[in-house]
């Protein structure tokens, strides 16, 4: 089986085609990968890095807010958006695919229509409630809608080709123990904080880490891990005004991408973080309690929805981007973490939420189409 994946701008694209491919590749060992990303995305790092052949497109997204510099990206948008075009009609006729698969991001939208009009297989995956402009342009002519969420349906203009089935996870991460990974990481007994902002970073959950991992820098009752993402240049000056000293605080890790996530989610004791869709299906598949920061600067708000799912059944606890502070997240992680088995409830109300046989789905869901189209 040869498969195409395309996704990327956020790891929230990347990581479900990657789950998708390691899965694949497990059940059928003969399964060709071909991953077409955007040059200079981060896909361009993460995809080889997973061990998978990698293929660059030259892509832009269109810019909403009205500027003269905006209108200039627009335009080179759109004259990229025909190079783009004809350099993944190319690469699709070198590879051969079997079946092209996007995970949404605009990369994939020229590879994926590409695919179509080249009487290709294809199917689109949806992780969040809210599905992005790319999968709803792509999805009215995929073979399979494969949704995280079946709300998202209500969304999409054509109804009969929409599936049900969770957002996949990746084996790495299904499969890293917390015993073993504390010891990979050099953790002592003490609870281990793991918090992040997302791929690229988020200025407001950073400005409440800084302070909290300065507090921590004074107590030391926590191991921390933060991942700061790429966009913010100032944080580790921020973290080393709130006291923090390196040479010190070897308890205390800054980073700007976090590459080893699965080792980190099985190590830790609580997790902050945003609530883009695949991050909520690692937290519910791995089982840990959480504190969430949803972003409010999304499409319908879809990240507040995805965290309120786990909120409701006391599954992870909410703080609002308005209520944030460094000192609210000090005070809601030494909260948590001091009351006897308050961190274990809640990870296993959240581990009672995973679905975790999406990758088995999906995969199905792939075969079948294959084999309607005399593929199999």
């Known amino acids: 089986m040869r498969v195409l994946f395309s996704g990327g701008g956020t790891a929230g ?12 590749c497990e059940q059928d060992p003969d399964t060709q990968v071909l991953y077409v990303g955007n040059k200079g995305g981060m896909e361009e790092r993460l995809v080889p890095k997973a061990g998978y052949a990698f293929r660059s497109i030259r892509i832009s997204g269109f810019q909403r807010k009205l500027s003269l510099e905006n209108i200039k990206r627009n335009l080179q948008t759109v004259v990229r958006v025909f190079t783009a075009s004809a350099e993944a009609k ?9 079946i092209c698969i996007g995970t ?22 949806e992780a969040n409630a809210y599905p992005g402009m790319t999968i709803k342009m792509l999805a009215g002519k995929a073979d399979s809608v494969m949704l995280a969420v079946e709300d998202a349906k209500q969304y999409l203009e054509r109804k009969d080709n929409c599936e049900f089935t969770g957002n996949p996870v990746r084996l790495t991460v ?25 791929s690229l970073g988020a200025e407001a959950i950073n400005n409440a880490a800084a302070y909290m991992l300065g507090q921590s820098a004074k107590e030391k009752k926590f191991q921390h891990i933060h991942g700061y993402g790429r966009h913010d240049e100032h944080f580790l000056d921020n973290v080393r005004a709130a006291g923090v000293v390196e040479a010190e605080n070897p308890q205390i890790r800054t980073l700007e991408y976090i ?14 973080a945003r609530c883009g869709a695949i991050t ?5 598949a791995t089982g840990k309690c959480s504190v969430l ?34 000192e609210k997240l000090w005070e809601t992680v030494n909260e948590i973490l001091s009351t006897p088995g308050r961190a274990e409830a809640i990870g296993r109300n959240a581990k009672a939420m995973a679905v975790l046989d999406a990758n088995e789905r999906i995969y199905r869901i792939v ?9 199999a």
Not at 90 to 98: H, R
Not at 104 to 125: D, E, F, S
Not at 367 to 375: A, D, F, N, W, Y
């Open 259 to 272: 590459d080893n996530m699965p080792e980190c989610l099985a190590a830790a004791d609580l997790v902050i």
């Open 174 to 198: 299904l499969g890293a123990e917390r015993e073993a990974s504390r010891k990979a990481l050099g953790l002592d007994e003490r609870p281990l904080v793991l918090s992040f902002g997302g």
């Open 104 to 125: 949404g991001g605009y990369v994939c939208g020229p590879v994926i229509r590409a695919a179509q009009k080249l009487g290709i297989p294809t199917a689109v995956h």
């Open 280 to 284: 909520l299906t690692e937290i519910e």
């Open 90 to 98: 190319k690469i699709i006729k070198e590879f051969k695919p079997d």
């Open 293 to 326: 920061i949803p972003s409010p600067n999304v499409a319908e708000n879809h990240q507040f929805h995805n965290a309120m799912a786990l909120v409701n059944r006391d599954a992870a606890v909410l703080i609002e981007e308005k209520d944030l502070s460094g």
């Open 367 to 375: 075969k079948r189409i294959l084999k309607e189209k005399g593929k």
């Open 13 to 24: 694209h990347i990581n479900p085609a990657l789950a998708m491919a390691g899965y694949f």
